[in-house]
């Protein structure tokens, strides 16, 4: 089982990325997705979600209008679009699936500074 997070990068406040998250060693279609991030100091928080299908999605209320998760079933890839980036958005950001078992990648980090 793999998930491997890429996109992490330096941006300057109100920049945009995209994170992706590649998914190999279980069925991925199956799977509940979501992006969690940590900050340096700070417990580990839920970002977004998106069901196995993509008919749902949420999000944490600090995300809500600047973050958008999708998820390409035929690629077995998550995304994140990270718009309007702020300087409290700077975390390392995780890509995780649930169903029955529980999946974690190893992260990315984003960094939002001037």
């Known amino acids: 089982v793999q998930l491997v997070e890429s996109g992490g990068d330096l941006v300057q406040p109100g920049g945009s990325l995209r994170l992706s998250c590649a998914a190999s060693?279980?069925?991925?279609?199956?799977?509940?997705m979501s992006w969690y991030r940590q900050a340096p100091g700070k417990e580990r928080e839920l970002v977004a979600t998106i069901t196995s299908s993509a008919s749902r999605t949420d999000y944490a209320e600090s995300v809500k209008g600047r973050f958008t998760i999708s998820r390409d079933n035929a690629k077995n890839t998550v995304y994140l679009q990270m718009n309007s980036l702020k300087p409290e958005d700077t975390a390392v950001y995780y890509c995780?699936?649930?169903?029955?078992?529980?999946?974690w990648g190893q992260g990315t980090q984003v960094t939002v500074s001037s």
């Open positions: 995780n699936a649930r169903l029955i078992s529980i999946y």
């Open positions: 060693g279980f069925t991925f279609t199956s799977y509940r």
